[in-house]
């Protein structure tokens, strides 16, 4: 049986989550509520799928009006800029300390 060889590695919620919030804050409402549908596929606990599928929803009607952040019209941002910008779990908690 052959095997097709898939390039990108499987999708994972938190991945995908990451990527729709940064598409909201940059106004990208309908690349953020996609990114929010298919985090919404992948999210294995029932929160995080009821969560995912709310801000799509919300992304989507926000989408639906044609407008961008605070109310400007904007493009779609390249992918690949966002994904440059994503920060892992490890470096996450190694920039951001408590204040004590």
Request: glycine content about 8%; aromatic content about 8%; some cysteine.
């Amino acid at each position: 049986m052959s095997q097709r060889f898939n390039p990108e590695p499987p999708r994972h919620y938190a991945e995908l989550a990451e990527i729709a919030a940064l598409k909201e804050q940059s106004g990208d409402w309908r690349g953020a509520s996609q990114y929010w549908r298919m985090a919404e596929d992948v999210a294995r606990l029932p929160e995080n799928r009821l969560w995912a599928g709310s801000r799509a929803r919300y992304c989507g009607r926000e989408a639906g009006q044609g407008l961008g952040y605070a109310g400007r019209s904007v493009s779609s941002p390249d992918l690949k800029s966002l994904t440059s910008t994503l920060i892992s779990p490890k470096n996450a908690r190694e920039t951001v300390r408590d204040d004590e």
